[in-house]
């Protein structure tokens, strides 16, 4: 239902690579617990909190795109439209 965090404890390396593969946690320590670091987000996965924080990609989290593109000389027509409306005025 959760998972914000976890720590996993091991010598082996490749078990801790496996578990942070594996488990659904928004940050995996591998011996180590609760160090945070500005230039990684923090949150979780499933139910855990709202986004990532804490971090640059907090931004993404809390941002929608949207492309606008303006034209300010009053001419609708273009020299390229002919490619898509033919000849036509």
């Known amino acids: 239902m959760y998972g914000l965090a976890s720590s ?5 390396i490749f078990k801790a ?13 591998i011996n180590d617990h609760l160090p ?11 139910e855990s909190g709202i986004g990532k924080d804490m971090s640059m990609y907090s931004f993404e ?15 609708a027509r273009k ?4 490619t898509i409306f033919g000849d036509a005025e």
């Not at 020299?79 to 002919?82: C, D, E």
């Open 8 to 12: 996993v404890w091991t010598k082996d």
């Open 17 to 29: 690579m496996h578990a942070s593969r594996v488990l659904q946690f928004g940050t995996v320590w």
């Open 36 to 46: 945070l670091t500005p230039e990684m987000p923090h949150g979780g996965y499933k």
């Open 61 to 75: 989290e809390y941002t929608q795109i949207k492309h606008v593109m303006i034209e300010l000389d009053g001419d």
């Open 79 to 82: 020299g390229w439209h002919y």
